[in-house]
C-alpha cells in the first residue's frame, strides 16, 4: 500500500499528496487485492445514510461531527476508533486514531474490525473510499452539505445509521429550536451587518478565504455577518487588491493550530489588510475549528457565541 498524507488545512479546503505507482495513479481494485490476501474481502455492502444498523457494535466514526453526534446519542461505548478531526467530546480522543478523513488508510480502518463504517460525505481519498465499500463491512455515508439547513437531516441520517432514530429526531429537534431561537434575536439586531472575513490560513503573503458554499459562510450569515468573500465559491486565496476592497470590519478565524496560526500583529500588517477596518479596530475572533464550522449540534451555540462577539450586548 503506497503511503498517503495530507497537506495541511481546513477540511473543505485541504490538497493530498499521494505516492502513486504507475501514471501516478493506483486503482481501488489493486489496493483491494492487497486487503483480500491479507483477509479483508467481502461482497461489497456500501449502505445509504437511511440504512439501519442497530446491531453494530464496533464502530468506526469518520468526520468530526459524525462522531460528536454519536456522542450525543449515547453510542460512544460503540465507537472502536475515530478520524483526526474527531477531537469533541473530549473523551472522543482517547479512541485510536485512524488517520485524517481525507487521507484514510483502508487497512488501518479494517484493522479495527469494525461491523460498521460511518462517514463524513467528502472523506477520502476515492481510491481508499472504494476499497472500503468493497470490503465485507457496511458503509454509511453521511451528507455534510454547508447549509444549516440540513444540520437536523445529518443528525437524523447519523441516527438512522446505528438504529437511535428516535434518539436522533429528539436532538435534532433541539438544534432546530435553537437554530429558531438565535435566527430571532439576529433579526431583531438593528445596527448595519458587519463584514467578516474568514481566514483559512496565510502563506506567502496571500490569504486563504471562506467564500460561499462553505461551512464558513453559513456561520457568518447565521451570526447575522455578512461574507466578505463572498463574491467568491469555496476556500481560495484572495488578492490584495480582493481584500483591500472587501473592507472587512472583522477577521474570523480558526484557533491557531500549525500553519493556521499566525499572530494578529503579523496579519493586520500584510498590506492588503492594513488599511482595513479590521486591521484598525485590531478586530479579530478566533474559535474552535470543530465548533465553528462543524454544522452540527452545537451550532446554535457556536453561531451564537459569533454574534455575541460580532455584537456586543445584542446577543445574550
Not at 473523551?91 to 484493522?111: C, H, Q, T
Not at 450569515?221 to 472587512?248: C, F, Q, R
Not at 452540527?296 to 456586543?312: E, S, V
Request: with cysteine.
Amino acid at each position: 500500500m503506497p503511503m498517503m498524507r495530507a497537506a495541511s488545512g481546513e477540511k473543505g479546503a485541504c490538497s493530498m499528496v499521494f505516492s502513486f505507482t504507475r501514471r501516478g495513479f493506483l486503482s481501488a481494485a489493486v489496493v483491494a487485492a492487497g486487503l483480500s490476501s491479507a483477509g479483508f474481502s467481502g461482497a461489497g455492502t456500501a449502505l445509504a445514510a437511511d440504512k439501519a444498523n442497530p446491531d453494530a457494535r464496533r464502530i468506526v466514526a469518520i468526520g468530526g461531527t459524525v462522531t460528536e453526534i454519536l456522542y450525543d446519542l449515547g453510542a460512544q461505548d460503540r465507537i472502536v476508533a475515530r478520524d483526526s478531526t474527531s477531537s469533541y467530546p473530549a473523551d472522543a480522543m482517547s479512541k485510536p486514531d485512524v488517520g485524517y478523513m481525507r487521507a484514510l488508510s483502508p487497512e488501518g480502518i479494517l484493522g479495527q474490525k469494525p461491523d460498521l463504517i460511518v462517514m463524513e460525505e467528502g472523506s477520502g481519498p476515492p481510491p481508499a473510499v472504494e476499497v472500503l465499500k468493497a470490503s465485507e463491512v457496511p458503509v454509511v455515508i453521511i451528507p455534510t452539505p454547508p447549509d444549516v439547513s440540513k444540520i437536523a437531516d445529518k443528525i437524523r441520517a447519523v441516527g438512522k445509521a446505528v438504529g437511535l432514530a428516535d434518539k436522533a429526531e429528539a436532538l435534532a429537534k433541539k438544534t432546530e429550536d435553537g437554530l429558531k431561537a438565535l435566527e430571532a434575536e439576529v433579526a431583531a439586531i438593528k445596527t448595519q451587518k458587519k463584514n467578516v472575513l474568514f481566514v483559512l490560513s496565510v502563506s506567502n503573503g496571500r490569504l486563504m478565504a471562506g467564500g460561499k458554499d462553505t461551512s464558513a459562510d453559513a456561520i457568518i450569515g447565521l451570526a447575522g455577518g455578512a461574507n466578505a468573500a463572498g463574491s467568491i465559491t469555496g476556500y481560495k486565496p484572495l488578492s490584495d487588491e480582493a481584500v483591500i476592497a472587501a473592507k472587512p470590519d472583522v477577521v474570523l478565524q480558526m484557533q491557531a493550530v500549525g500553519d493556521h496560526s499566525v499572530s494578529a500583529e503579523t496579519l493586520f500588517a500584510m498590506p492588503s489588510m492594513q488599511t482595513t477596518p479590521a486591521a484598525a479596530n485590531k478586530a479579530r475572533v478566533q474559535m474552535d475549528g470543530l465548533l465553528l464550522l462543524g454544522l452540527g449540534p452545537r451550532t446554535p451555540d457556536a453561531a451564537r457565541q459569533l454574534a455575541a462577539a460580532l455584537y456586543p450586548g445584542a446577543i445574550n
